[in-house]
T-cell receptor, first 113, second 113 residues
Framework: QKEVEQDPGPLSVPEGAIVSLNCTYS??????FMWYRQYSRKGPELLMY????GNKEDGRFTAQVDKSSKYISLFIRDSQPSDSATYLC?????????????FGKGTKLSVIP | NAGVMQNPRHLVRRRGQEARLRCSPM?????VYWYRQLPEEGLKFMVY????????ESGMPKERFSAEFPKEGPSILRIQQVVRGDSAAYFC???????????FGPGTRLTVT
């Protein structure tokens, strides 16, 4: 069963907090993991992608993958009100860099000034 | 550097009418994907196209839905004889290769009355 589970929230944090967003998945046969940010009534925006266990950092964002636990996370440091959006994880289940992404339902984040 | 363009942004159709959704990929991208986002649901893959070819339409409903990506012009997602259950946000994405790296447009929000 190809599934991606994501807590829908909503998640509300004060400005400057560290945010942790998480997804779990069921099928270990894949390699690529993506995080998208979607503002209200807009299209998803690709934030980061990674293909291995461990951490990948980009500015205030860190993506973490734990294949043994089938768990992926996105950390946002020094959160800003402009980070308020829905965050979607997406997984490529083919294990071969395929195009059929399986998305979580998204976690809605609000950063309060 | 224009991103993925979709039009119309909002489309209202009565039951039984046809809906045509258009997508122009990012410059330099020849791979186009369509996804549907139902209310309270995650993005679901529908179809993957290259110029003049449907590569994978395994996510498309068997009836009433079709897609094309002609040699010239935008990709078109066509829904014939729309029903209320077709009301959703339809997103187009494009990429430089046929893999996980996909960039989304702003979406077309279809409302069937």
């Amino acid at each position: 069963q190809k599934e991606v589970e994501q807590d829908p929230g909503p998640l509300s944090v004060p400005e400057g907090a560290i945010v942790s967003l998480n997804c779990t998945y069921s099928n270990s046969a894949f390699q690529y993991f993506m995080w998208y940010r979607q503002y209200s009534r807009k299209g998803p925006e690709l934030l980061m992608y990674t293909y291995s266990s461990g951490n990948k950092e980009d500015g205030r964002f860190t993506a973490q993958v734990d294949k043994s636990s089938k768990y992926i996370s996105l950390f946002i440091r020094d959160s800003q009100p402009s980070d308020s959006a829905t965050y979607l994880c997406a997984i490529d289940y083919s294990g071969a860099g395929s195009y059929q992404l399986t998305f979580g339902k998204g976690t809605k984040l609000s950063v309060i000034p | 550097n224009a991103g993925v363009m979709q039009n119309p942004r909002h489309l209202v159709r009565r039951r039984g009418q046809e809906a045509r959704l258009r997508c122009s990929p990012m410059k330099g991208h020849s791979h186009v994907y369509w996804y549907r986002q139902l209310p309270e649901e995650g993005l679901k893959f529908m179809v993957y196209l290259q110029k003049e070819n449907i590569i994978d339409e395994s996510g498309m409903p068997k009836e009433r839905f079709s897609a094309e990506f002609p040699k010239e012009g935008p990709s078109i997602l066509r829904i014939q004889q729309v029903v209320r259950g077709d009301s959703a946000a339809y997103f187009c994405a494009s990429g430089p290769r046929g893999d996980y790296e996909q960039y989304f447009g702003p979406g077309t929000r279809l409302t069937v009355t």
